[in-house]
C-alpha cells in the first residue's frame, strides 16, 4: 500500500513508538552512509518532507544528486529495486513499516553495496498492540458469534483474560507494548523469540525452537512477529494441534505466519474456541474465503493501525533518522540484512 497523505496535515502524534533493543548498526564500524540531499519518493507528501526540512535536512527531486530516500509505498517493490540500480549514490532508505519482508528481495540484491535500511519498527506499536488486545478478548467473549446472530443467543459462552496465559510470538515494540497492556489482567506471559535473551514484563522467554514447549498450556498465542523464511507458517495443523481446545489465536503480524486452511480447520472442528486475524494470506482476503464464515473467528482488513495514526509517527522516526543521516549518529529502525528485519 502507499501511505496516501499526501494532502493531509498532521496532526500532533496520540502514539509513541515502543522499541526493542536495536541490532548493532553499521555505523559502529566506520562504513556510515554518506549524507546529502534527500528525496520522498514515489509520490511526495508534504507531511514527511516537512519531517525532513525539520531536522535540518534537504528535500530534492529523484536525481543522481540523491543521497537519501524517503520510501513511502510498500506496493511494488521492485520499483525500489530500479529507483537504487538507477541511482547508486542513494546510500540510506527509510521504508514505511515496521514489517519489511514485500522489499527482502531488494535488500538482498543490495548485499553488495553498503546500503543502509531503516524501517517503521516499533513506530506503530501503540495502535497495533490495542488492536491486538480487542481482539484478543473478542475472541474470549465470543463477540465474533454474538455479532453474527440474528435471534437471542442464550448459550452460556465466554473465557475471561483475567490469569491467563499468553504465549507472544515476537519480542519487538507490538509485543513490549502488548505485554504493558495485558498487565491489569493479571496474566501469565511467555515470549517467543529468535534467542531466549529476557522480555521485560514477560513470566518466561523462550527461544523459537522451544514454542512446542509453550503450546500447550497456551490460552491465547497471539503473533506479533516479522514475517521471514523462518516464521513463514511458523504456526500449522501440528502447532494448532498443541494447544488446548479452549484456547485462541490472535495474528497481527503477517498473515502467513498461520497457515490459514489449518487454522480455519481447527476453529470448525473445536480444537480452538476461535480466532481473530488482522492480516491474511492471501491479502485481501478474497469474498467466498472460509475465514468469512467460520463460527467465532473475526478479521479485521489489516486497519491495526490508520494513516491518520500513522502519519505523525513515521514523520518523527523520519526526522530521527535524517539527523543520524546527517551527523553520522546511530539509526533508528536499523534494518539488519542478515535477519530480514
Known amino acids: 500500500m502507499k501511505i496516501r497523505l499526501k494532502d493531509c496535515a498532521c496532526a500532533p502524534a496520540q502514539h509513541v513508538a515502543v522499541l526493542s533493543e536495536e541490532p548493532s548498526t553499521p555505523l559502529s564500524f566506520g562504513n556510515a552512509p554518506t549524507s546529502g540531499p534527500i528525496s520522498v519518493a514515489p509520490t511526495s507528501s508534504k507531511v514527511f518532507e516537512d519531517a525532513v526540512r525539520g531536522a535540518g535536512g534537504s528535500v530534492v527531486p529523484l536525481s543522481d544528486a540523491t543521497r537519501g530516500l524517503i520510501w513511502l509505498s510498500y506496493r511494488e517493490p521492485h520499483e525500489l529495486g530500479a529507483v537504487l540500480a538507477s541511482h547508486p549514490g542513494i546510500s540510506w532508505v527509510q521504508l514505511p513499516f515496521a514489517g519489511v519482508d514485500a522489499f527482502v528481495d531488494v535488500i538482498a ?17 501503540q495502535p497495533v498492540a490495542e488492536h491486538a488486545l480487542g481482539l484478543t478478548l473478542a475472541v474470549l467473549r465470543y463477540l465474533p458469534r454474538r455479532a453474527r446472530a440474528i435471534s437471542w443467543d442464550s448459550e452460556p459462552l465466554g473465557i475471561s483474560l483475567y490469569g491467563k496465559n499468553v504465549t507472544i510470538i515476537g519480542a519487538g515494540g ?28 514477560a ?7 522451544h514454542l512446542d514447549d509453550v503450546l500447550p ?21 501440528r502447532e494448532l ?5 479452549t484456547a485462541g489465536l490472535v495474528n497481527i503480524s503477517r498473515g502467513a505466519l498461520v497457515d490459514s486452511e489449518a487454522l480455519a480447520e481447527a476453529v470448525v472442528a473445536g480444537r480452538l474456541t476461535g480466532a481473530a486475524v488482522d492480516v491474511t494470506d492471501p491479502e485481501p482476503l478474497p469474498d467466498g474465503h472460509v475465514f468469512w464464515t467460520t463460527p467465532n473467528m473475526l478479521v479485521t482488513p489489516h486497519m491495526a493501525d490508520t494513516p491518520e495514526m500513522i502519519a505523525p509517527l513515521l514523520a518523527v522516526r523520519i526526522g530521527e533518522n535524517v539527523k ?3 551527523a553520522g549518529t546511530a539509526f533508528v529502525g536499523f534494518v539488519d540484512k542478515n535477519v530480514g528485519y
Not at 507490538?174 to 514484563?201: C, K
Not at 513470566?203 to 525452537?209: G, I, P, Q, W
Open 109 to 125: 540484491n543490495d548485499a553488495g553495496r553498503s546500503t543502509v535500511f531503516t524501517s517503521a519498527k516499533g513506530c506503530y506499536a
Open 174 to 201: 507490538i509485543a513490549r507494548e502488548l505485554i504493558r497492556l495485558l498487565a491489569p489482567f493479571g496474566v501469565n506471559i511467555f515470549v517467543v523469540r529468535r534467542t531466549a535473551s529476557p522480555v521485560p514484563g
Open 203 to 209: 513470566a518466561r522467554t523462550v527461544s523459537v525452537e
Open 217 to 237: 498450556q497456551t490460552d491465547v498465542l497471539i503473533l506479533a512477529a516479522a514475517l521471514t523464511s523462518s516464521t513463514h507458517t511458523l504456526i500449522g495443523a
Open 241 to 245: 494441534g498443541l494447544m488446548k481446545a
Open 324 to 326: 543520524a543521516f546527517l
